[in-house]
């Protein structure tokens, strides 16, 4: 009898540790593998097979990335009762992304986000042609830009959170632009709901980068909704007026009087119709707010009132560029039903001003061999009950 008793005290006894054990390999296993969530996405017309990456925090906020493009195909936020859905727009189809993309819909922007004026520039006394993409101009780094490029992404093993890294080597003459230039992005998910998105590259000769995020935003979860009804607020008093093909004039112009004064939280509808010269270049907002400040800093904000959703976010670049959707022209189902209507999604995209090459007044966006370019934007999400 006693030697059961003992018997089963010893065979209880080594249950529960090799039990608690295995119950912690458990954890630490599944803790990696649900945080970053690895899949098949969809194959390109060449053959190419793209794959998304899932990040999903404490909360249960996910963000989707694929590594075409380093495009963010969907990002979720909670609404004051707790409710998280997707609030970026993009494709119902993989090809949508491959076969145009034509509104830049979630992707990584380089080598150069934003207009550089005839498509051309001059470093250390050369003349560099560049794709010629808009109009006279080149836009987002040319057609076959990064939004178009495969990104190697890893998933960094022992970060706090959930993070991507992304590199990318562009070419010395790609689309145009001189230096061979490396390219990584770190996507980091937080828990408390932000998205971290950290720049560096470095090249072989003498370029220019300005790199950026161009996810849309319709913080309604609906994207058959406009954004008018957005709250926003920039912390800038000064703007960026534009010519005729969106690149800026080189006055710096105060917001004060003018619709372009975000100071103080308003609708982006209150004042987006006004008989305004510069509203009517762009045909809405799309123009680059000279931030107040320096340093990683809070620079704008933007809430929607009925869903209670707020978007911060925070740079240490010198601008940003408001887009109030003014492209969006209804070709492309959304997500949600309907198709991608005129502004119905918004861009906050951080950067040096466009056309910074051509424009000396402008802080420089040139990169030199051994000199490292860094740079921060964080996109945090919370609720006003
Ligand atoms: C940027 C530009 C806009 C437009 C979009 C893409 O935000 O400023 O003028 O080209 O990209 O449609």
């Not at 899949?39 to 925090?57: A, E, F, M, R, V």
């Not at 495969?150 to 992304?166: G, M, R, Y």
């Not at 609708?267 to 509203?279: H, M, P, Y």
């Not at 198709?339 to 999604?345: C, D, S």
Request: glycine content about 10%; aromatic content about 12%; overall charge neutral.
């Amino acid at each position: 009898m006693k030697e059961i008793t003992y018997n089963s005290i010893f065979i209880l006894l080594f249950l529960i540790i090799f039990g608690c054990k295995k119950e912690n390999n458990k954890q630490d296993i599944s803790g990696k593998m649900e945080n970053v969530h690895t899949s098949d996405y969809g194959i390109t017309p060449k053959g190419d097979s793209i794959k998304k990456y899932t990040l999903t925090n404490k909360n249960g906020m996910k963000i989707e990335v694929i590594n075409f493009g380093g495009i963010i195909t969907s990002l979720t936020a909670p609404d004051r009762n707790g409710k998280y859905e997707d609030v970026v727009l993009g494709f119902t189809k993989p090809e949508g992304y491959f076969e145009g993309n034509p509104y830049y819909f979630g992707a990584l922007i380089g080598r150069y986000g934003n207009r550089i004026a005839n498509a051309k520039f001059s470093l250390e006394g050369k003349t560099f042609e560049i794709d010629k993409n808009d109009g006279p101009n080149s836009l987002h780094g040319g057609k076959e830009g990064f939004h178009t490029r495969f990104w190697n992404i890893e998933v960094v093993k022992d970060a706090k959170f959930p993070t991507l890294k992304l590199s990318y080597t562009s070419a010395d003459g790609e689309e145009g632009y001189p230096g061979k230039l490396t390219t990584t992005v770190f996507y980091t998910l937080t828990d408390d709901n932000a998205l971290e998105i950290s720049y560096e590259a470095e090249t072989d000769k003498p370029t220019v980068v300005n790199l950026t995020q161009h996810s849309y935003f319709n913080l309604s979860g609906n994207f058959t909704k406009t954004i008018t009804d957005h709250e926003l607020q920039i912390n800038a008093d000064h703007f960026l007026p534009v010519n005729e093909t969106l690149i800026p004039t080189g006055e710096q112009k105060a917001v004060k009087g003018t619709p372009f004064d975000f100071t103080v939280s308003k609708s982006i509808g209150k004042e987006i119709n006004a008989d305004d010269d510069q509203l009517k270049k762009g045909k809405g907002y799309d123009h680059n707010w000279i931030l107040n400040g320096k340093g990683l800093r809070s620079i704008a904000k933007v809430y929607h009132p009925e869903t209670g959703r707020i978007m911060e976010v925070f740079t240490d670049e010198p601008g940003v560029q408001f887009y109030s959707g003014n492209f969006l022209d209804g070709k492309f189902d959304t997500k949600t039903g309907g198709k991608n209507e005129f502004r119905t999604g918004f861009c906050l995209e951080t950067q040096h001003f466009p056309d910074s090459p051509n424009q000396s007044s402008f802080p420089s966006t040139e990169l030199k061999p051994g000199q490292k370019y860094q740079s921060k934007t964080i996109y945090k999400f919370s609720v006003k009950k």
